[in-house]
């Protein structure tokens, strides 16, 4: 189940949650008034009021238009017809690319001051994780890239639980490891765990052409490897 919001009344509406978001996900959203947006966005407070009830009903708003966009941009790569592991790849450099400009109190502000907006996105969210995560499985089963002997139930499991983790940031500060580094990690600290034999051939080929062509070292993601 997507989280429940209120419709915007228009198109003015919709530009006005997403510039709030850049300015959330920029500054954090505790330390942003609804005095300091109205000032960043360039409108008055009462301009702001005809869009959303409270600064509660913004993040809301916000949560529900960021999540839409980052549904859309999963579907496009699931729907793009590439094989597992690129599809597996591409969906990480989607989150890592996203989210590597996120401020780094964004998780905690959400958890502590916005529990119920928070409660659904993460539950939406893992849903979506693992739903991802099941098909990508069986997809790469039947291309004969991943093992046929997967658990998928309990590695789609893990998999929505590490993701997680990564996006929480708690275990990752984000002034010791880059977000756009860490989905590299655990992309291919994930397909390594369940590839077969012409799996992992695919997967080194995949590395080793990126490097080959500089826009990658082993250690760091590219956007077309």
């Known amino acids: 189940m997507e ?5 915007l009344k228009d198109d003015r509406g919709n530009r006005l949650i997403a510039d709030a978001a850049k300015v959330f996900l920029t500054f954090g959203i505790k330390s942003v008034t609804m005095d300091d947006l109205a000032t960043r966005l360039g409108i008055s407070k009462k301009t702001l009021y005809q869009y959303v009830k409270d600064k509660n009903d913004l993040v809301e708003k916000v949560l529900a238009q960021v999540t839409e966009q980052f549904t859309c941009a999963i579907d496009e790569v699931v729907g793009a017809g590439k094989n597992a592991i690129d599809t597996q790849y591409d969906i990480m450099v989607q989150v890592g690319t996203r989210t590597k400009g996120f401020h780094s109190s964004i998780h905690f502000d959400l958890e502590k001051y916005h529990p119920e907006a928070f409660r659904r996105m993460t539950e939406y969210r893992r849903g979506r994780i693992y739903s991802n995560a099941v098909a990508n499985m069986e997809k790469g089963i039947r291309e004969g890239l ?23 940031g708690d275990e990752f500060p984000r002034d010791r490891f880059s977000i756009p580094q860490l989905h590299w ?16 051939k695919y997967l080194i080929k995949k590395e080793e052409k990126a490097v080959l062509e500089g826009r990658t070292t082993p250690n760091t993601p590219t956007q077309e490897p």
């Open 146 to 168: 991943y093992r046929e002997d997967l658990n998928i139930p309990m590695i789609a499991s893990m998999y929505t639980a590490r993701f997680t983790m990564i996006l929480g």
């Open 3 to 7: 989280p429940e919001h209120a419709p």
């Open 185 to 200: 990690e655990a992309f291919r600290y994930h397909i390594r765990g369940i590839a077969s034999a012409k799996g992992l």
